[in-house]
């Protein structure tokens, strides 16, 4: 047992919560009855005339789904501990993103989607009062939506140091100047800010030698260069883009806290979103299973039922296996979050983010495998899932930076000298 | 999330209670303190003479520490529901079946060993007021051990329902005969007692053809045929047997509960065992990343420490992340062996019975790695723990029949044909 | 050793023949400096238009390309034992499809892509003189192409003896009626030919109540009901598609060998297709371990280049270990189709067709990680290969239908009885 | 395809050939029916009286296997290109090799057996006359045995350039001072001569610090402190001894070429020697293979042989793949030593001692699984087997030093920088 267990008094309570188990049912019920049935629509319509607007139809639907969902004041789950939101523990969250996460809508009906949840708790924690009134209002209703840039094209970005986009201050302004890529949501056209990190060298440890900074969206100087595609996907019209900044001149006071605090907003920014992530990614884990036992027991070849076949019991136990682990730990992490320091729960997100998407990739892909051709085809939803689990393996920091600083910590356990 | 989570009102505290902590620290101290260093001294004195017998010297070691535990009121523990013991729950029984699993003298020590606990828990549960007299108060006090007969040689024990060891009528006595292997603990010259899965066909389900019988050790017609070998070890004077029975006369009264409620005995046995079995495998996992851990930071080669070489911080992390999460099942299949019914908790018990013992072996075999050459001698204790792991995955159902049982489980949840 | 390793007498040579050593360098240079070089430019004319024709631009690449490699020789090397082709071994075409694996363009310049090379096997063993006429010289010279009408919506086709497209004999016709998916190729405008198996009971065993009929794409009667999707993408101008036949009359003469003798041609089919397909894989994971390597010292992080941190070495050297291993198991599968029966090379075949796509799945896998998300971005032909490489683990045969038969090929040394 | 590939010239014949097809035969027929019937009588034998002598028996089974062998011409197999044996490549002792491995006491039996083959080479190669008539000759007539003295135990020996027993001139002799540990076969009484690597700085490079000396194990100063344990077994009278050398005196002529070429003869010794390894632990992989295809069609459970339970088809067959692959790689290996230099063949044996051993750790372990109980008792050789075969990731380098060697091997053909 880990000494951090002993210390741990507050009950660790890791089950459904009377507050919740209500919440769940609702969001299950709404993402299977409403936003589902939809979401074959949706998708059809993206290909229609200028990939990077919305149709109305989709519009539409959209805006109607999440009309809906804050009718029922099924809204903002993830401010946690904030008295605009529910005060969900995270813990408690984390059964609700699991739910959002079984489709692709669900995230933005309930105004829980990524970016934007991670960006407004920036706006939350660290940003003025300006900034509240002008970008998180409007992110809370769901008005406008956000992006986040981090990485650079010319720099190993899974060292976060590495950012160069510069940063001069010019009088009232700064002026950036730089390339980012991988900036999802960039391409929405209600995609209104930006949150920026950007390097501004000071004197400092190699922590501190970073700003975050608040870009309005529609500045001058900003290019769209290309969408990035994901498995030879755009995913118009939100979109992963390369961006030019040049010469775009931003206030100063839009800078968040101060010079050569960017690596404190990013990590007050990552831990809960790397939860949501996860739980998500657990989410489509149950998808997948579910749909794989299904397929299991209404299909036959050699005269069987699937699942009577060679090792198909055995790959069915061995997932339910890795989910509940997974879960749980997440579940840990999560607890953490709410109990322990930023410091302390490092160390466990750092294991599920590593741990979630690779068991839900395990799943989906056992799961395909189960369908034959179908399973990776349009006829179910595996094949986006996969694609999508796929990039949390690099989104916010590869596997091999998280076992790494897992390696250092456990390491750090049994000896004094610097590891 | 599964339906099981949603129905779960009582708060899944899986941490550790105010209750448990200190006697988690107590445990941990005399483990460290007092056991740990005669462990080689007993270990090296085994060859000496009649290896069937304990030395003198060994018999006084196990003594004054196991007087030392009940002095200190450390004793017992796994009787969690009882008045007899300490009330404890079996979540918190876990965090101490963790720490005994450092020691292969522990749990006798605290008078929790296998396979006596499982048995004293039947004379507990089933036994008639005679047997808890005889036998019963006896275990208790730490004054005798016993066996559990199950598995036979001819007869594919993964599906009990083969067990065939006869077992007639005969006026006042049941007359059994057959062979037992793999019978742990017979051959202690202190083993007084063997409670022996029989075959007594009736006209019920193939869940209905067995019982299970007290033996006494000393009945005429048992021979000792040769002990089973793990890994070329006979593990004496402990010893897993190979046992004759030609017309064992054993009275009527020794039969637990009625004629063919065999495996409602034998079930009602092996929950718990399943679940201190797997806890001290963690405990075991512990052992090895902590060893492994040491060593990467105090041995050096090409110039460097070892932690600083290769996969070496990677191979730590899977590790870590491994342990956490076999953990965190593992307690989450204690409080539902707490709190839900035996049936709902069996699906728990499985997954953790496959998951523990096999996360347990790659830690250790990782840690073996590491060491070189040093990992597999009696240099530490790595070998023989990976030896004893090794046998839990045959142990109470290979983890084949596990698998299988957690596969229809989960298809169960989707189809209401039999699976 | 396997005894039928004792029986080999030709000398198992699976190094690249002096024959053939010369056509490797020439297919490589072609593919390098010719094929790769217009690959983006060909890929990029997709979405031109109508999505289901080749642009102008695109016949102009891809006639150009075939021009060049007919001038050079290099063309229809897949015929292995035949006086048309080039008289190369399996062996020695192994090492040119592993070339032509490496440029999704090249097998079809070659003319060595599928399904147009199974499909020619089949009317050069199988056809009819008139047939040979009509489509195999056509095919032969690059002017058409085909599909191979299989897989069926409505039944499992992992066991092939579900296929249920009736087929009746009126007159001098037989009248087509049913569904087909996954025709690959079917979307292509020159694809003008489809082999098609049909269901045509007889009083024969299971692998006696189907046919293979030769069906012009221009018959009456085919609808084209949709394109499957492969993640995503519908492969347009080639496609996946799923076609609806009603009343298709296809005179009688079209019938392959004799009715019930469907299986027949399609396993003299598959063999040598699976063969390429592995063999291209392998080419793949060659690409990829090539990308990874070049990555892993061109890229920085942490002030060090990617190779010197974490476990890259060791991630490098088993994905080399493991594509050798493969590779030799594919050559081995080649020289016994070279040198054994079909039966006993079947049980090599089976082999490779689980390993090497799962191999190179798991290279390719590894070097998308080491570029993180440029590794799933069109900048590197990784996420696009692997999406293919994850359809090889269904086509011809799912994973699990190969390990059940090489499992129990491998009893069947073992015993006398039916396995 | 690797560049290497293509300029192979020489056939790559890995199959049986003529010449050895016979031999083959007989070696296999004499384990089958002479050795394997006395492994258990001999075994038995070996913890009466002295651990660390022959009994009787014992030497009588020994040298009437030998004789028998010899009567046969089956001996010394392994002089692979030397006028003195048979004159096999290595391919062919490969195939030889494998089934040696099937009987621990095969190797012996065929004068075969390590560390006396890597000795015997040392003498061959290395030798003065004076060596080859003292100690060779009698070697190979299967006299005498010997040991091989590298590892230390205060210095991490995976690093070999770590190696640090002093050996300091004095006139006609050097005085070797330190202790050297895992010195396999020196406590057989017959064990007549150390091979051993003593530190004899120099201003060279970090591989000319150290020298190969022969040092007759009767030399004053020399006491054995103990032997190691390999999973608790001393494994007498072969044993795994620690060693202490003080003020050991050697004569100057018995210093094998020059102070400082130790790594050379060391290298030169260890290539065949980890083929020869290799090779049999692929022999008892094929051993576990037909334990557990036979276990799995003799037993029943649940009403149905083995085989036709959950994953066995599957687990069978993913077995037989890697016993394949690892089979062709190690013959890829022995046949790059036998045709290219031993540079390049050491990129082919580094790989192969990675695979070789973990794919028949893999095999054994399910086999055990298959059994049960049974797998891992005195009634299988599984589990000696395992146990041999865990000791194989360690001995003569553990794995992580050859990933590192083949991943930098690997990354050197893409840059020129250092690696």
Redesign the interface.
Known sequence: ??DT??A???????????RV?PL??QVRAMVRDEIMPLEDEFHDEIPVGDRWQHTPRQTEILESLKASARAKSLWNFWLTDSERGYGLSTVEYA?LA??MGKSPLAPEVFNCNAPDTGNMEVFERYGSDAMKETWLKRMLNGEIRSAYLM?E?DH????AT?IRMSCVRDGDHYVLNGEK??SSGAGDPRCAVYITMVYTPTDGNKHQQHSMIVVDANTPGITKLRP??????DHAPHGHLHLRFEDVRVPVENLLLEEGRGFEVAQGRLGPGRIHHCMRAIGQA?QA??LM??R??N????GKQ??K??????????C??EI??????CL?AAWMMDNASAREAAF?IS?IK??APRMSLKVTDEA??MF???????DTPL??N??NL??L???DG???V???????S??R???Q?K?
Chains 1, 2, 3, 4 share one sequence.
């Not at 190993?156 to 060292?159: L, M, R």
């Not at 990035?228 to 996907?233: E, I, S, T």
């Not at 998280?402 to 250092?408: A, D, L, T, Y």
Request: hydrophobic share 40%; with cysteine; glycine share 8%.
């Open positions: 047992m880990s267990l002993l741990e008094r507050p009950a660790m309570d890791l089950g459904v919560s009377t188990a769940i049912e059964y699991e739910e990485t094209p190993g970005s899974s060292d590495n890529w991988w990035m595609q994901v498995f030879g996907h149950e299973i579910e036992c299904k299991s027991i299909r036959e070849a050699f699937l699942y076949l060679g090792a198909n019991f055995d790959i069915i136990a061995e339910r296996m509940e682990q997974a879960r749980l730990l840990k466990w294991q590593v741990v395909m495998q034959g051709g179908q399973g990776i085809s349009q094949a986006t996969w694609m796929r990039t393996r690099f989104a590869p596997d091999a998280h076992r790494n600083f897992i390696g250092r456990e390491l356990k049994h000896t000298e590891i």
